[in-house]
């Protein structure tokens, strides 16, 4: 908990100081995900939010669909398309198109997503997912840098469920045998272990976690009347919205209701997402 409430502190800090700052004096915030990220253009929907009142925090992002944190590092492009991409493992001498756009400059925040599935398997989060960010976090030039873990949401396959990953698609000296989630009996048990894992990332690697997940159980429990999702588990333009609030209330240490941006969402659902966010 010291930890969390030490680098909520350090981005209110940078909040704070960037108030003071001149537009042509950037904070660089790099997202590194896949299209649970960039899904009806979150990011793009957050810098519209952040000219209004931030315009010198410049958002980038570096998302492909399908692809795990993991993969962002050892993975090469041989084609990309609007349904999806192609990868092969990249060699020794190679360097992926995400390790380039990292070493591209000084990122002031980096934050990681990947897919929920992946942290909810205990194996392949303290193997693979683990050992993403530890790498991600030795490429960033900036000590100073601060990173925050993307914490996401349930999907809405039907209950009861269960995940599974072959150990090899985990790491080569696994058995080969498959490695799984609980079983998923209800929507409340689901939040409370995407939350439990992604709390466990988040202190291993001494970093901020978002609060996406919790915001979306929210809406679901309590406004079923407002469909965040676009299929079973992307985010339509409602959920894109919400998450865009609740970055830009992290990123700027202001409220999402202070904005008056709503895009393409009706005001008073706008109005509603903004407070949830807040």
Known sequence: MRIILFIILSLA????KSQKKQFNERINVLFIGNSLTE???????????????????????????????????????????????????????????????????KWDIIIFQTGTVSVLIPENRDLKVNKAITDIKKLVS?????????????SKKGY??????????????????????????????????????????????KILRSNNGT??????????????????????????FLNACIFYKILTNNKASSIKYNGEIEPKTAKLLKRIAD
Not at 42 to 50: E, S, Y
Not at 65 to 73: D, F
Not at 82 to 90: A, H, L, Q
Not at 215 to 220: A, D, G, N, Q, R
């Open 39 to 105: 899904y009806n253009g979150m990011t793009q929907t957050l810098r519209n939010m952040l000219v209004e009142t931030t315009p010198f925090i410049n958002i980038e992002k570096i998302t492909f669909p399908g692809m795990s944190l993991s993969a962002h590092l050892t993975d090469m492009i041989t084609s990309w398309t609007e349904n999806g991409i192609s990868t092969r493992k990249k060699t020794a001498e190679e360097t992926t198109v995400t390790e380039k756009k990292i070493l591209e400059k």
């Open 13 to 16: 800090t940078i909040s704070c």
């Open 142 to 154: 900036n000590p100073n840098c601060k990173f925050i873990l993307f914490n996401t949401w349930p």
């Open 160 to 205: 009861p469920k269960e995940y599974c990953y072959s150990g090899r698609s985990i790491e080569k000296d696994l058995e080969d045998y498959d490695y799984c989630s609980p079983i998923i009996k209800n929507l409340e048990q689901e939040i409370k272990l995407i939350n439990e894992s992604y709390e466990i990332l988040a202190n291993k690697n």
């Open 215 to 240: 915001k979306f159980y929210e809406i679901l429990t309590k406004y079923p009347e407002v469909e965040l999702y676009e299929d079973e588990i992307h985010s339509n333009k409602y959920g894109a």
